[in-house]
């Protein structure tokens, strides 16, 4: 099978300026996800999508492709992802005239997912032909949905789910939530319905340090933490 797998850093990230190539242990960020897409045995094209030179530099250095620079249209706030992978999946069609079985989205901001994760993910859509897609998620612990309100007015708030009964957290039914490190995706269904999670859609279970997502300065420097124990 082709697998491509796209990292998508662009460079005017907001909340974490210059995020993607800030350093983790004195590694840019993006390498991990780069050394980790490498050492997978499945993946067989990997792309970093950006609109960025030094970032494009950084990725080349750690072992990536960077085949062309990212349109402005596709690297705004506004943006949205599923826009980016069609661009790139489309691109890379053209380029190295291959054409590719599944289409693997690794954002850099999940540093601590590695190999094994991925060659997980993979093996399980393979093994799974019902379904199109596949993503990774963790347990949702105090995001439980049980805990979770929503604004109606002023200082007014309504629970998500009505009418339940208190419990605590270990009686709860276990729940999940996406954690972004991996999305994976049938390339026909990719193309056919423009969305990345199809109806029929698998999911690997990551533990909570593993599942990391940099979106503020204090998940970096919480990633430096962990990053020298590891």
Known sequence: MNILAIIPARGGSKRVKRKNIRNINN????????EA???????TRLIVST????????????????P??????YSTDKA????LVLHSLIECKR???????FVLLLQPTSPFRNSSHIDEAIQMLIDNSNADSLISVNESGHFHPHYL???INQNFIKPLIENIEIKGYQEMDKSYIRNGAIYLVKASYLETNKSLIAENNLAILMDELSSINIDTEIDLKLANIIAVDK
Request: hydrophobic fraction near 40%; avoid cysteine.
């Open 27 to 34: 590694k840019p960020m993006i390498a991990y996800t780069v």
């Open 37 to 43: 897409a490498k050492k997978s045995k499945y993946i």
């Open 51 to 66: 609109d960025d030179d030094e970032i494009a530099n950084i990725a080349l250095n750690f072992g990536a492709e960077v």
């Open 68 to 73: 062309f620079l990212r349109p402005s249209m």
């Open 80 to 83: 949205k992802s599923i826009d």
């Open 95 to 101: 380029i190295y005239k291959e054409n590719y079985d």
């Open 149 to 151: 309100y929503f604004p």
